[in-house]
Structures are given as C-alpha cells and as structure tokens.
C-alpha cells in the first residue's frame, strides 16, 4: 500500500528525524565526554601511584642514608676512644693526673680522661647542632654504650697494675678519671639534654661504674689491688 506523502506528513517525519539526531548527538558528547573523564582518572591514578613509588624510593634513600650517617658518627668516635687507648697503654698511666696531696687524695683526672673528655664535648656540640632529637638519641645511646664497654675494661686494666709505692696516687686517679668519664658520658644521655637529677652513675654507664666500686682508694701504698668494696 502506496502512503500518499502529505505536508503534515514530511513535517512529522523531519520533527522525527531532528528528534534523532539531537539524540545521537546528545549520546554521541555523552559518550566522549565518559570516554574523556575514564581517560582522565586512569591517568590520574598511574600519577598517583607512580608518585608513591617516588616517594617509597626517597624514603627509603633518606632511612639508608641515615643510617649511614649514624654509623659514621659512631665510627669515628670509636676510633678516637681507641686511639686514645692506645696512647693509653704506650704512657702506662695516662700521661700524668695526681695533683692532691702526697697520699694521692683529691687527684685530678689523668690526660688520658681529659683529653678524651673534650674531644666527646666536641662531638656533642657538633651532633647536637645538626642532628634531629631521635638522630642524636641514636648517635649518642650507641657511643655512651661502646665507651662504656671499652672504658670499663681499660680501667680495670690500669687498676690491677696500680700496684707499688705510688698505689695510693694511682688508684685516686684511677677515681678521679672514671667520675670524670663517667659525667662525660652522662652528658650524651637523652640525645645531649643529659640525664635526669636523680639518675646514678650505674644507671649511665653501668660496666664503668662497677669497675669504679671495684678501685678501692684507701688501699695501702704496696697493696693497690683492685678489690670489690
């Protein structure tokens, strides 16, 4: 059956036909527009996780490096304490100390002790200048605990061969070098800040302390044996 073509007919036909059109050109913007916005956060999200890799790299660059830092700054002081133990062991008794009085009461330290003692004041004041609270806290904790190893085992050395007619003058430096040693260490305690008013000796550098207590001043001029008090 033939339609017969009517004006109302094509205006029908051509509203139609517009009304399509504007619908497939409406899905068509739609459709870029999603395809534009997926686009979009897909390349969003690669940023995003290819930062985070960066950032897990710097990271990890910055822990490592830290590190390294850390056990430098323990290296070269355990090279210092060494090498002042060395020259320890070449003058026997520390390049000199004594002072006091003829019974060897009131001694003042031994260069050894203070030598030592100013080169650890130096570290401190450099590590306190540049190093965060938690950086110092690791830096100084692991150097109190190697010089109180190293500190403790040469003091008892020296102790056993305090012996002969100046005994009295050597164990009295012996004492007046481990307190002196020991307020040194002291000092690196809770990243530089020092300890608190009622901390002990013991609770600083305990192996130190206990070779200390085991020095006994009042011993006579030819015994000066190192024996626990």
Request: charged letters at 25%; hydrophobic letters at 45%.
């Amino acid at each position: 059956m033939l339609l017969r073509a009517t004006p109302a007919a094509f205006d029908a036909l051509d509203a139609t036909a517009g009304d399509d059109a504007a619908a497939a050109a409406a899905a068509a913007a739609g459709g870029a527009e999603s395809a534009s916005s997926s686009s979009s956060s897909s390349s969003d999200a690669t940023r995003r996780a290819m930062s985070r890799i960066e950032l897990s790299r710097v990271v990890a660059d910055l822990t490592l490096h830290k590190r390294e830092i850390h056990a430098k700054l323990v290296s070269i002081m355990r090279e210092r304490l060494s090498s002042h133990l060395r020259r320890l062991e070449e003058d026997g008794e520390g390049g000199g100390g004594g002072g006091g009085d003829g019974d060897g009461d009131g001694a003042s330290a031994s260069a050894f002790a203070t030598d030592l003692s100013k080169e650890v004041g130096v570290m401190r004041r450099i590590v306190v200048g540049v190093l965060a609270l938690d950086d110092r806290v690791d830096v100084f904790d692991a150097i109190v605990r190697l010089f109180d190893a190293r500190l403790a085992e040469a003091h008892r050395a020296r102790a056993a061969r305090a012996n002969g007619g100046d005994a009295r003058r050597r164990t009295a430096t012996l004492r007046a070098d481990g307190a002196l040693l020991t307020e040194t260490l002291a000092s690196l305690v809770n990243g530089g800040d020092g300890p608190g008013p009622d901390a002990s000796a013991a609770a600083v550098a305990p192996s130190l302390a206990a070779a200390l207590a085991s020095v006994d001043v009042s011993s006579s001029d030819g015994g000066g044996d190192a024996r626990g008090e």
